[in-house]
C-alpha cells in the first residue's frame, strides 16, 4: 500500500503538548498536520460522529477489539496521505500503549508489516506533576487528570515497544520548558533524521 513521504509521529500522556508541538512542526517543517484520521470517515456536515463511536469502542474490555479499531485508522491514514509529509498526534505508539496486551501482538505484527514506521516517533513526557497541573489549567474537570497515575505503566509500554520493534524516536522531557524551546529541540532533530533518511534512499 502507498505510505505518507514522511511520517512524525509525536506521542505521549495527555498534557504534555502534542497537539501545540504537531501545529508548530506542521507550520514551521511544511507537514501536514492530521490529528484523529478517523475523524476524516465519520465526521460531515459539521457533526461529529467520531467521538461517540471513539468512546463506546474504549468501552469495550476486548483490547483486541480496540487495537485493531485504532490500527485501521492507522491504514486510513496511510492510503489518504500517500507520498505526503504529515505529522500526527498519536499513532502506532500511543495504540500498543493503551491497548496492547500478550494476547494482540498479532495484531501489532500486522500493522507494522502493512504500514511500516513513522519517520520518527517523538514521545514527550513530563512528571506527574507537571501533567496534572497542565491537564488542570486546561480544563479543571478533564477526566484525564485521573489516569495521571497511569503515565509511568504507559511510558514504559511505550519504550518497551519502540526497542522490541526497533522504531526510530526521540524523547523529550518537556518540564520546565515553554513551547518554543520543545519545538527548537524537535526540530533539528527531526531535520537531522530526515535529511540522514533522504541520504540513504
Known amino acids: 500500500m502507498g505510505r505518507p513521504s514522511v511520517h512524525v509521529s509525536v506521542e505521549g500522556f495527555d498534557g504534555v503538548g502534542k497537539t501545540t508541538l504537531c501545529k508548530r512542526l506542521a507550520r514551521d517543517m511544511g507537514l501536514t498536520f492530521v490529528e484523529k484520521p478517523l475523524r476524516l470517515l465519520f465526521d460531515h456536515d459539521g457533526q461529529s460522529r467520531y467521538l461517540p463511536i471513539r468512546d463506546e469502542v474504549n468501552s ?25 509529509r504529515i505529522v500526527t498526534d498519536r499513532h502506532l505508539l500511543s495504540n500498543y500503549a493503551w491497548s496492547g496486551t500478550d494476547d494482540n501482538a498479532g495484531v501489532y505484527d500486522f500493522l507494522i508489516a502493512e504500514l511500516g514506521l513513522p519517520t520518527i516517533t517523538v514521545v514527550l513526557y513530563a512528571s506527574k506533576e507537571t501533567i496534572a497541573k497542565r491537564l488542570s489549567l486546561r480544563d479543571e ?21 519502540i526497542e522490541k520493534r526497533g522504531v526510530p524516536s526521540i524523547w523529550v522531557d518537556t518540564d520546565g520548558k515553554d513551547t518554543e524551546e520543545v519545538a527548537d529541540e524537535v526540530e533539528k532533530s527531526i531535520e537531522r533524521i530526515i535529511s540522514d533518511a533522504g541520504k540513504r534512499d
Open 60 to 84: 469495550c474490555p476486548d483490547r483486541r477489539f480496540t487495537s485493531m479499531f485504532y490500527g485501521l485508522g492507522s491504514l486510513y491514514l496511510y492510503g489518504a496521505f500517500a507520498g505526503q
Open 141 to 161: 474537570k478533564d477526566k484525564d487528570i485521573r489516569r495521571v497515575s497511569e503515565s509511568e505503566k504507559i511510558y514504559g509500554k511505550m519504550r518497551g515497544f
